[in-house]
Nanobody, 127 residues
Framework: HVHPVESGGGLVQAGESLRLSCTASERAFNSNGMGWFSQPPGKGRDLVAALTWSGDNTYYEESVKGRFIISRNSVQNTVYLQMNNLKSEDTAVYYC????????????????????WGQGTLVTVSS
């Protein structure tokens, strides 16, 4: 197993855009999706966007709906997060991780493994 590798973060001004990328060398056992998590300074890590590898299901946290778009390249095991109209409150380290999605109840669960988390990529939005 290899940690997922995130990239694409940086320093931008409010209203600008960034595109994050995450590549996993292989899919985690029992995983049928991937998600992007944000961890603002001094706070916990929360799921902000997710999708199944099939593309049939997506999830967006309320504060990013209409601004962030999650997409994937299933062949390359790569997931993207297009972040538009960035706000200062989007400032955080962004991580991707494997998820399990259950249609019954539309439940997303993070797959806990020793290599579940990468280094993350820092997004800083100045106002």
């Amino acid at each position: 197993h290899v940690h997922p590798v995130e990239s694409g973060g940086g320093l931008v001004q409010a209203g600008e855009s960034l595109r994050l990328s995450c590549t996993a060398s292989e899919r985690a056992f029992n995983s049928n999706g991937m998600g992007w998590f944000s961890q603002p300074p001094g706070k916990g890590r929360d799921l902000v966007a997710a999708l199944t590898w099939s593309g049939d299901n997506t999830y967006y946290e309320e504060s990013v709906k209409g601004r962030f778009i999650i997409s994937r390249n299933s062949v390359q095991n790569t997931v993207y997060l297009q972040m538009n109209n960035l706000k200062s409150e989007d400032t955080a380290v962004y991580y991707c991780a494997a998820l399990s999605h259950r249609e019954d109840g539309d439940v997303w669960m993070q797959i806990e493994t020793p290599d579940a988390w990468g280094q993350g990529t820092l997004v800083t939005v100045s106002s």
